[in-house]
């Protein structure tokens, strides 16, 4: 079994679909083993992203993952990365596959509604930074 970070990001807030995605992480099979509401500190988000740090967008990515409240939630199951990442769809909405959250609610890549982990590195400095005592 593996663990991935999952956030449903402050659009996904502002849009009330938090228990539409919790309901669908659930309805596959996968765990939640912590969750909770924050509004992410600017070098939370930064060392979240850091991989995009020399990108263009950055400045915008971090101003919107910071700019209200988000979800973020530790999800366990049999290959939990790839099924949830399966289960957001593609970055860019428009591309997401109908059935996807992404595909379904979103139209911007810029507001996607929700992130995962995407290796077994990556999900694991993300939970230690967002659930240090998971
Ligand atoms: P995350 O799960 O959020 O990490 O998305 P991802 O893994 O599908 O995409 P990636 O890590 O490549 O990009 C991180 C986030 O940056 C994306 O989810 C988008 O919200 C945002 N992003 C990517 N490309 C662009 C862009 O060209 N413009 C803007 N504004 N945001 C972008
Ligand atoms: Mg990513």
């Known amino acids: 079994s593996e663990r991935t970070l999952v956030l449903v990001k402050p659009d996904g807030v502002r849009r009330g679909v938090v228990g539409e995605v919790i309901s669908r992480i659930e309805r596959k099979g996968l765990k939640l083993v912590a969750l909770e509401l924050r509004t992410l500190a600017r070098e939370t988000a930064e060392a979240h992203y850091e991989e ?55 139209l911007e890549i810029g507001e996607n509604i929700v992130h995962g982990s995407d290796s077994t590195y990556s999900a694991e400095r993300e939970i230690k930074l967002f659930f240090p005592e998971v």
């Open 52 to 106: 995009h740090s020399s990108k263009p967008f950055f400045g915008e990515l971090v101003d919107f993952i910071t700019g209200g409240p988000l979800v973020a939630m530790v999800v366990e199951g049999p290959r939990a990365i790839e099924a949830f990442r399966s289960l957001a769809g593609a970055t860019d909405p428009v591309s997401a596959t109908p059935g996807t959250i992404r595909g379904d609610f979103a």
